[in-house]
């Protein structure tokens, strides 16, 4: 056991953080002190505009709230919790910006070394940010992510440096809780689950998740899973690896998930599918998004309802509920929103000049 320390103050009845709201679903000791930074619990937001285009009673998984910006802190609180509680003094991942920004971090507030591989020029601004802010030595390679996953591998298995990808299962454990609190907010598994798919670690956690909470008596039935890849990296839907996977989502361009045959079985399992949406379509879908919900996503995220409004015409559970996984904050790409909205309109600083500008923009 290690001298993390635990607060000597309380913040009241309201459990803070997942370790704290699900430990007994959680394979943790009991009294290994959680790291955390009070993640989870994050809304499920009516979509008023989509549930009238899908004809169904659709919520948004809203995952951008978590600390970092991203649903990757519910499993970096476990992983980073686990890794204190073996004594490790260092961890690794490689990342396409979120689990490196969640893993910085997490490994700041416990006091850990925090090494992320990130594929160079392919990460977002804002997630490159936060790494560099968290003081991870951030190191970017000339190939993609799949080549940086086996190099910190290989490293992780050779050297006393912990891995903290979705590889390491307590990432799974932790993302879970997801599913959980979608249940206890709506009562029952939604009849339908939409998510977008990378390296394929949260759809095998929300799956999980689902099951356990069925198991335990907390879920009457289980959702419909709808998986979604972007075209231009889409392994899963065409059954091989793509050696260069392209996408504008940066979040998941990955040609090789770590956790591919489980994504697969989530779908099949639960008499869903996984299918491919193109980078035009996750745009559109993150501005509708941004438009008509009032909810920032980033496009990676957006894949989950572009997907749903692509295939939509078949297979939806009309009348019923349908939970879309918002995964990663807006904010973590600012460049790709801004290249696709509409220009800033500039003008003199003067008054009438501003009028006129407003009217003629209509
Ligand atoms: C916003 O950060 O793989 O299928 O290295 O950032 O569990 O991989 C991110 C993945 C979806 C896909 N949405 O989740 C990484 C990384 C967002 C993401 C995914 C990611 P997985």
């Given amino acids: 056991m290690t001298d993390y320390p635990v607060p000597s103050y309380t913040l009241g009845e309201r459990p803070f953080g997942v370790i704290a709201r699900y430990r007994e679903y959680l394979p943790l000791k009991p009294d290994t002190p959680a790291v955390t930074l009070g993640e989870g619990d994050t809304p499920l937001v009516p979509a008023l505009w989509l549930s009238q285009e899908l004809g169904c009673r659709v919520f948004l998984k809203y995952e951008a709230a978590?600390?970092?910006?991203?649903?990757?802190?519910?499993?970096?609180?476990?992983?980073?919790?686990?890794?204190?509680e073996d004594g490790a003094t260092a961890v690794i991942c490689a990342s396409t910006g979120n689990t490196s920004a969640s893993?910085?971090?997490?490994?700041?507030?416990?006091?850990?070394?925090?090494?992320?591989?990130?594929?160079?020029?392919?990460?977002a601004m804002g997630k490159l940010s936060q790494a560099l802010m968290h003081g991870a030595v951030a190191i970017a390679i000339d190939g993609n992510f799949d080549l940086a996953l086996e190099f910190v591998k290989d490293i992780s298995e050779r050297r006393a440096i912990t891995l903290v990808n979705?590889?390491?299962?307590?990432?799974?454990?932790?993302?879970?809780?997801?599913?959980f609190e979608i249940v206890d907010r709506l009562g029952d598994a939604p009849a339908m689950l939409s998510i977008p798919v990378g390296n394929a670690g949260n759809i095998t956690s929300y799956w999980k998740g689902f099951r356990e909470y069925k198991d335990s008596g907390n879920a009457q039935r289980?959702?419909?899973?709808?998986?979604?890849?972007?075209?231009?990296?889409?392994?899963?839907?065409?059954?091989?690896v793509v050696k260069n996977p392209e996408t504008v989502a940066t979040a998941i361009r990955i040609g090789n998930p770590a956790r591919g045959d489980e994504a697969l079985a989530a779908a099949r399992d639960s008499g869903g599918v996984i299918r491919d949406v193109t980078d035009a379509e996750?745009?559109?879908?993150?501005?509708?998004?941004?438009?008509?919900?009032?909810?920032?996503c980033e496009p990676a995220s957006a894949a989950s309802v572009?997907?749903?409004?692509?295939?939509?015409?078949?297979?939806?559970?009309?009348?019923?509920?349908?939970?879309?996984?918002?995964?990663?904050?807006?904010?973590?790409d600012p460049q790709t929103a801004i290249e696709q909205s509409q220009p800033i309109l500039h003008c003199r600083a003067d008054l009438e000049a501003v009028e006129e500008t407003i009217a003629n923009a209509g």
Avoid at 222 to 240: D, I, K, S, T
Avoid at 312 to 330: M, Y
């Fill in 282 to 296: 996750i745009l559109a879908a993150q501005r509708l998004l941004a438009q008509k919900e009032g909810v920032f």
């Fill in 222 to 240: 289980l959702p419909v899973v709808w998986g979604f890849q972007a075209a231009g990296a889409n392994p899963l839907v065409r059954g091989e």
């Fill in 66 to 84: 978590n600390p970092t910006g991203s649903f990757k802190d519910r499993g970096m609180t476990m992983a980073i919790t686990k890794a204190v």
């Fill in 166 to 179: 979705s590889l390491n299962p307590y990432r799974i454990e932790g993302q879970k809780t997801s599913a």
């Fill in 103 to 123: 893993a910085a971090a997490y490994a700041a507030r416990a006091g850990l070394r925090c090494v992320v591989l990130i594929p160079e020029g392919k990460i």
């Fill in 306 to 332: 572009a997907g749903l409004l692509k295939y939509g015409s078949k297979g939806l559970p009309k009348g019923d509920t349908l939970v879309a996984v918002l995964t990663g904050h807006g904010l973590k």
